[in-house]
């Protein structure tokens, strides 16, 4: 006696038995009588079942939605998977063959048979499967192709069914219920291909549901009947995706769907730092930096749009010292200069910038956009700003008002937006039309600051004589 997957000793093998009734029961299929043939194979299953013979029962199960399959008739197979599978004691792997076996015909049923027959199948391996851990892979297969079914039905719409919109979400609820990132059976790449697909549908549900809002003109992210539930959903799902599993060469396609849709992501919330890391991870790609005048090119102009159009801060400001240092860049030459203004402490003027970028920039896919481009202009005062506030210690609210080339309510609302973000360090006296970029410091800090002063001076000091001493007895060794 043997002992099968399921712990149990076998009590008795049937390969015998079951050898020499296959045959008989095929024949009986293909004279017209299937009933009797699966009377029989039910017959010996059970002594098989009860014997723990696994191999025997898998056998019998397989030959038994086998002679169902080649019959056509459907209705019996769907009950024999169903019935199969909770018989008393039945064993998983027999389960497991079956379940994979019928799955194998899902492609030609649909082809052969139409779609309706292809459904009850899909329904019936959905039912057998639920619940169940060793075919928890499979179940995520089946309800991929449903979720695609349905998915195709809102790109093809047939009338008597579901609306559009319902299909799609159908799709992408069916996907979004399955937790295959805990599936152990399941293989790295297909897991991550799976993630992948929920987080596409979540993304189709949301532009969806976005653009209805919008054209109801109750745009709101925060209400529910908007697309932002679906946007919280792909960022949660996008954080089930290992990001150095990513890296490696075999899985680039995949790496490169996963950022197109990160992008996607960013922008709508308008997240331009992030969108910028994106695209910098799609342009380390060894395939994506090889194509310096295609999608490398794209790929780097468009880095340096969007760390350009990020609110300034440590790490915005670093990235950015860090894109132009790199000699990629200065093959853009566009690009280029527009990074260099941003990490040169000079002020860039608007219209200026109007004049030498705009005609450039506002034909490109990122700057075609209005919003973009005057996030553009805001960073670009902000820049402003912060070179004056190094420069002046106090300037008066007119001459501000004319070096950032705005209306003085904007320039002050501009300054104070600053402030309150701690990127710069300022006090308005409106009476006096003054602008104060330096603190009133303490007698404390000044003292601090002058013994600091008189130190370094000492040292220089002291550095100086021992360096004259030196020369002079270097010349006395000399005349000596």
């Known amino acids: 006696m043997s002992e099968t997957a399921t712990g149990k000793l076998q009590q008795k093998d049937f390969t015998p038995e079951v050898d020499e009734l296959l ?7 293909q004279a017209g009588q299937l009933q009797e043939a699966l009377e029989k194979l039910f017959a010996l299953e059970k002594q098989a079942r009860n014997g723990s013979d696994l191999k025997s029962t898998t056998r019998l199960v397989q030959a038994i939605v086998e002679l169902e399959y080649d019959a056509r008739d459907y209705v019996q197979l769907n009950s024999s998977i169903n019935v199969l599978s909770k018989k008393h004691g039945q064993l998983k792997g027999a389960i497991q063959a079956m379940v994979e076996l019928a799955i194998s015909w899902l492609d030609d049923i649909k082809e052969r048979d139409g779609t309706e027959k292809w459904l009850e199948l899909i329904e019936t391996l959905r039912s ?6 060793f075919l928890e892979t499979p179940r995520a297969r089946v309800t991929l192709s449903l979720a695609h079914h349905h998915e195709a039905l809102y790109r093809n719409p ?23 990132e805990t599936y152990s059976s399941m293989e790295r790449v297909e897991k991550t291909k799976f993630i992948l697909e929920q987080m596409r549908l979540l993304l189709e549900v949301a532009k969806l549901k976005d653009t209805e809002s919008s054209n109801t003109g109750k745009e709101d992210k925060n209400m529910l009947n908007s697309g932002e539930p679906e946007w919280v959903k792909l960022r949660v799902q996008s954080r089930k995706v290992n990001e150095q599993f990513l890296k490696e060469s075999e899985n680039e396609s995949v790496k490169l769907q996963f950022y197109d849709m990160m992008v996607q992501y960013g922008l709508r919330h308008h997240a331009y730092l992030d969108v910028a890391k994106y695209y910098h991870k799609v342009w380390e ?3 994506i930096k090889e194509d310096v005048s295609g999608k490398g090119k794209t790929a780097l102009e468009h880095i ?14 670093d990235m950015m010292h860090r894109l132009f240092a790199d000699s990629a860049l200065e093959k853009l030459e566009v690009q280029y200069n527009l990074i260099k203004s941003f990490t040169t402490d000079e002020l860039m003027r608007w219209p200026g ?19 973009h481009w005057e996030d553009l202009h805001t960073r670009v005062i902000e820049h402003n700003v912060r070179v004056i506030a190094k420069y002046y210690t106090r300037i008066t609210l007119v001459r ?9 309510q904007q320039a002050e609302e501009t300054l104070c ?19 104060n970029f330096r603190n009133k410091r303490s007698a404390e800090d000044v003292m601090n600051d002058w013994s600091s002063d008189m130190q370094k001076l000492l040292g220089l000091v002291e550095k100086t004589w021992m360096g004259v001493n030196a020369a002079q007895a270097a010349q006395a060794r000399v005349n000596a």
């Open 353 to 371: 910038i109007v004049d030498v970028f705009g005609p450039f920039l506002r034909k490109t896919e990122v700057f075609s956009n209005d919003k």
């Open 400 to 408: 501000l008002t004319a070096l950032l080339d705005l209306t003085p």
């Open 417 to 435: 937006r600053l402030v309150v973000a701690g990127t710069v360090w300022a006090r308005v006296d409106r009476p006096a039309g003054i602008v």
């Open 304 to 317: 340096v749009y969007y760390v350009a159009l990020a609110p300034h801060d440590n790490e915005q400001s």
């Open 158 to 180: 047939t009338p008597k069914l579901l609306p559009p919109r319902d299909s799609l979400i159908t799709a992408s609820d069916l996907l979004s219920d399955l937790q295959v």
């Open 128 to 133: 057998v499967t639920e619940g169940k851990l």
């Open 23 to 29: 045959p008989q029961a095929t024949s009986l299929a």
């Open 285 to 287: 790609t060894p395939s």
